[in-house]
């Protein structure tokens, strides 16, 4: 049985470190000594003498036989997994990988309209033809909450010819789907289950944490462990739990889609996070749901500020909810959410994670501390008494984002002869470009989608917000749009 006290990939890189061989491979900077000082000092570097590549000793991630097998063998026996990936491209990667190895080009699957990107651009790579489904629209905080495993169920037995299903749990904000029902229905109806857990990778370590995909019956799911577990930015691991996945197949996929030059920085913070979960897990989860305990304590004495908690369970279809997500809103000062993350964060020195037309949300993880937790609630405290509001921002109505009606397939439109319209021009058009908030990174129209009069305004509300945007609308001059040239 594997030990998890082992790092494999970590001792296999300190080892070769320490032998100080004369180096003629890739990367160029030889064990940190050729960056440049003007970016790292010398006394800085040590972790860069361990950026190295696939070098005597040190396994190949596309091909792996050595420490990078025994590592990820180690990350699937801590996670009760048939087989683990490492994933140097991120959760991004992990998504169109899950979506390559369970769809051809004309297939259909069932996506939820809360989905990241990431899977969206899956659907351009594969060719699948997706089928959405709408989760619940949770208009008291203007947020999805999850999706219908009854809807769910409805669409398998009407269109028999699903392969496959998605689901978004947990959400960004913390929303958990119900998981379980769905994976029933999934292998019901003989279409995998898979799941971006990209905001989850801590929830099978602690009992007052919702459960993990894994536990519930998912067939795959991908979670980026350097969200939340502590790994560095862009690892992250996909799971497969299921005899009925192809893992050859996924496997090539992972090799078409991963870089060939995979960083062994964030292999062996992967092997690092890893062990530290499993020897600390409860510990560290046990720490951050005691912090988020305080803030949510300490935020509800505001007044006019809010934060969302387990009262929204088994609401919108809502099965948990991660309190380590702590969603606040400031609407009843009218505030806006994008407001108020420029507030914290241009007269406080407090970085939120996102913000939206309604909220803000702060992540919380086992490396935050308390005093960083009460600078957050000290200035929302300061703002809700008005001594630093300037300009009270009345939000416009949080309405359900619409569905907008797909006229092409993703592929299809990425394919098309496109031109580019301002974007007062757009309705009536055929989006050939995402339009994406971003974060969360959730497309309100996609390519292939008709650009209705309420699609539109749904988007002119945000932008007129101050919503970032990826895609259309995130360029300098924020009033183009790609589409589809009829």
């Known amino acids: ?61 596309h091909q792996p036989s050595g420490v990078i097998r025994e590592a990820q063998g180690l990350m699937s026996q801590l996670f009760h997994a048939r087989k683990s ?30 989905a990241h990107k990431s899977i969206l651009a899956g659907l351009v790579l594969s060719g699948a033809t997706p089928v959405y489904v709408m989760p ?29 299903v998605f689901v978004v749990s947990p959400s960004y904000y913390g929303v958990v789907d119900k998981v379980a029902e769905i994976s029933t229905i999934c292998k019901k109806y003989n279409c995998l289950c898979m799941v971006d857990e990209a905001h989850g990778a801590h929830l099978y370590f602690a009992e007052d944490l919702p459960k993990g995909a894994l536990t519930q019956g998912a067939d795959m799911c991908v979670q980026s462990f350097h969200k939340v577990a502590g790994s560095l930015t862009q690892s992250s691991v996909l799971h497969v739990n299921s005899d009925k996945v192809n893992t050859s197949l996924l496997q090539n996929n992972l090799q078409m889609l991963q870089s060939s030059s995979p960083s062994y920085l964030l292999m062996a913070s992967l092997d690092a996070a890893r062990h530290e979960l499993s020897q600390n897990g409860k510990e560290m989860c046990d720490k951050v749901l005691l912090l988020a305990q305080y803030a949510r304590s300490e935020i509800s004495q505001i007044k006019g500020i809010r934060c969302m908690g387990k009262e929204e369970v088994g609401k919108y279809e809502i099965a948990d909810i991660d309190l380590t997500k702590v969603v606040i809103t400031a609407m009843d000062l009218g505030i806006s959410g994008f407001a108020l993350k420029e507030m914290l964060t241009g007269d406080y020195g407090v970085e939120v994670e996102l913000a939206d037309n309604h909220n803000i949300l702060a992540v919380l993880t086992f490396a935050n501390s308390k005093a960083e937790v009460k600078r957050l609630v000290d200035a929302l405290a300061e703002i809700a008494k008005g001594s630093k509001v300037k300009d009270k921002v009345q939000s416009n109505e949080v309405a359900a984002w619409p569905a907008p009606e797909m006229k092409l397939t993703p ?48 988007i002119e509300r945000l932008r007129r917000a101050g919503c970032h945007f990826h895609g259309a609308l995130g360029k300098e001059t924020k009033d183009e749009i790609s589409i589809v040239e009829c």
């Open 85 to 114: 990936f490492f994933l140097v491209n991120g959760t991004t990667c992990g998504n169109q990988a899950m979506m390559l190895s369970t769809v051809n080009a004309g297939d259909k699957i069932l996506v939820p309209r809360n």
């Open 136 to 164: 619940r629209w949770n208009e008291k905080w203007g947020i999805w909450g999850g999706v219908s495993p009854a809807e769910v169920e409805k669409i398998l037995k009407e269109q028999r010819d699903i392969k496959g």
């Open 411 to 458: 592929r299809e439109a990425q394919f098309s002869k496109v031109k580019i319209v301002a974007w007062q021009d757009a309705v009536g058009k055929v989006a050939a470009e995402e339009v994406t908030p971003y974060p969360p990174g959730i497309p309100i129209v996609n390519r292939g989608e008709l650009i209705s009069q309420e699609v539109w305004d749904c």
């Open 1 to 61: 049985m594997n030990n998890q006290d082992k790092m494999p990939v970590v001792k296999a890189l300190k080892e070769f470190v320490e032998k100080e061989p004369a180096y003629f491979c890739v990367p160029g900077h030889r064990f940190g000594k050729g960056v440049s000082e003007k970016w790292v000092s010398k006394d800085a570097r040590e972790i860069l003498r361990f950026d190295l590549t696939e070098a005597t000793g040190l396994d190949d991630l």
